[in-house]
């Protein structure tokens, strides 16, 4: 009872962390960490799914796929219930295209997709702390456009932000929209680019986001790059 008290401690905690210092700090590795060692996935499946998609995170903001793709590997060879089954697929999806492994990366992206499409699983959708079926469109656009599949890629990120805005959930929101910006940016849209970093920056000066924030203000100094107009 005690360490299952202590791993509920350190998974809240963790969140905390990822809020006020990032996806990528060391602090939020450490407490995930030690709190996956104590959490029974049995007794708590969600809120060690919830550990696991921050483990994930962090190294992924870490430029560490291959890391990521290790933690979610052994739930691909196994069995994968309701609850589980869509968080994998996107989480390898996710580390596939961080890898530039591009045809996988749709597969699992897509049948993530697919899950999320039954209703029974929408009230995991925030299993991660931000909308994974909003995330699953955002990284199929990104995968779509490095396929040089134009169209497809357009479209299903505008579907990902769209929905994002029809969530109350600001974390979602600034998220989607900064990735948003990236996309404009890869597209050469530099006006539309700024637009959506700006929009982002409000979001997270709002939410008080130091992790958003950062993100925002390096799309700046990029768009000021694109744009030709260095300060």
Same mark, same amino acid.
């Given at each position: 009872?005690?360490?299952?008290?202590?791993?509920?401690?350190?998974?809240?905690?963790?969140?905390?962390?990822?809020?006020?210092? =990032?996806?990528?700090?060391?602090?939020?590795?450490?407490?995930?960490?030690?709190?996956?060692?104590?959490?029974?996935?049995?007794?708590?499946?969600?809120?060690?799914?919830?550990?696991?998609?921050?483990?994930?995170?962090?190294?992924?903001?870490?430029?560490?796929?291959?890391?990521?793709?290790?933690?979610?590997?052994?739930?691909?060879?196994?069995?994968?219930?309701?609850?589980?089954?869509?968080?994998?697929?996107?989480?390898? =999806?996710?580390?596939?295209?961080?890898?530039?492994?591009?045809?996988?990366?749709?597969?699992?992206?897509?049948?993530?997709?697919?899950?999320?499409?039954?209703?029974?699983?929408?009230?995991?959708?925030?299993?991660? =702390?931000?909308?994974?079926?909003?995330?699953?469109?955002?990284?199929?656009?990104?995968?779509?456009?490095?396929?040089?599949?134009?169209?497809?890629?357009?479209?299903?990120?505008?579907?990902?932000?769209?929905?994002?805005?029809?969530?109350?959930?600001?974390?979602?929101?600034?998220?989607?929209?900064?990735?948003?910006?990236?996309?404009?940016?890869?597209?050469?849209?530099?006006?539309?680019?700024?637009?959506?970093?700006?929009? =982002?920056?409000?979001?997270?000066?709002?939410?008080?986001?130091?992790?958003?924030?950062?993100?925002?203000?390096?799309?700046?100094?990029?768009?000021?790059?694109?744009?030709?107009?260095?300060?």
């Amino acid at each position: 009872m005690r360490r299952q008290l202590e791993g509920k401690l350190l998974a809240l905690l963790g969140d905390c962390y990822v809020m006020t210092k =990032g996806f990528g700090s060391r602090d939020v590795f450490a407490v995930l960490s030690r709190a996956r060692e104590l959490l029974d996935e049995a007794v708590y499946p969600i809120l060690c799914l919830r550990t696991l998609c921050g483990l994930f995170n962090y190294h992924l903001m870490r430029s560490e796929a291959p890391l990521a793709m290790r933690l979610c590997a052994p739930y691909l060879r196994r069995p994968l219930d309701q609850l589980t089954a869509p968080v994998i697929q996107y989480l390898a =999806g996710a580390a596939h295209l961080h890898m530039g492994s591009l045809k996988p990366a749709c597969r699992h992206l897509e049948a993530a997709a697919s899950l999320y499409q039954d209703e029974a699983r929408r009230p995991f959708a925030l299993t991660a =702390g931000y909308n994974m079926p909003v995330f699953t469109q955002v990284w199929l656009g990104l995968a779509y456009l490095y396929r040089g599949a134009m169209a497809r890629a357009v479209q299903t990120m505008t579907t990902a932000v769209e929905q994002a805005r029809k969530e109350a959930h600001p974390f979602t929101l600034v998220s989607a929209v900064l990735a948003q910006a990236r996309f404009f940016s890869h597209l050469r849209d530099i006006k539309a680019a700024i637009a959506a970093t700006e929009e =982002g920056h409000a979001i997270a000066a709002e939410q008080r986001s130091p992790y958003h924030l950062s993100r925002a203000n390096v799309l700046r100094v990029v768009n000021q790059i694109d744009a030709d107009r260095p300060e």
